[in-house]
């Protein structure tokens, strides 16, 4: 699986993006998720959707909790990070990925398949 994102680049402080994680298959029965490395920290958890076309579950690391959203479209294979009221501690690059046997959304080690990520980077 291969996973390309587009979308990043640089917003004001408040402002919106939307980054897309485009795959080379079928997305349906995988979880996707995507996290973010700032300069100079560990890369971290932001969002992640379980698999599925009607129900499916929805995690966010707290600091972005009402800001962002993560949704799918199965059809197109694409996943989508929805940010609004952008901070510059946003700033970072963004990584989409994905697993088929996601038990904990937040750990990385459990996604076998990585795109080469999207840098975001939100002025004050």
């Known amino acids: 699986v291969q996973l390309a994102e587009s979308g990043g680049g640089l917003e004001q402080a408040g402002g919106s993006l939307r980054l897309s994680c485009v795959a080379s298959?079928?997305?349906?029965?995988?979880?996707m998720g995507w996290f973010r490395q700032a300069p100079g920290k560990e890369r971290e958890f932001v969002a992640a959707?379980?698999?599925?076309?009607?129900?499916?579950?929805?995690n966010y690391v707290d600091s972005v909790k009402g800001r962002f959203a993560i949704s799918r479209d199965n059809a197109k294979n694409t996943v989508y990070l929805q940010m609004n009221s952008l901070k510059p501690e946003d700033t970072a690059v963004y990584y989409c990925?994905?697993?088929?046997?996601?038990?904990?959304?937040?750990?990385?080690?459990?996604?076998?398949?990585w795109g080469q990520g999207t840098q975001v980077t939100v002025s004050s």
């Open positions: 298959t079928s997305i349906f029965t995988y979880t």
């Open positions: 959707m379980s698999p599925g076309l009607v129900y499916t579950q929805t």
């Open positions: 990925a994905t697993g088929a046997r996601v038990r904990v959304f937040s750990k990385e080690d459990e996604y076998d398949y």
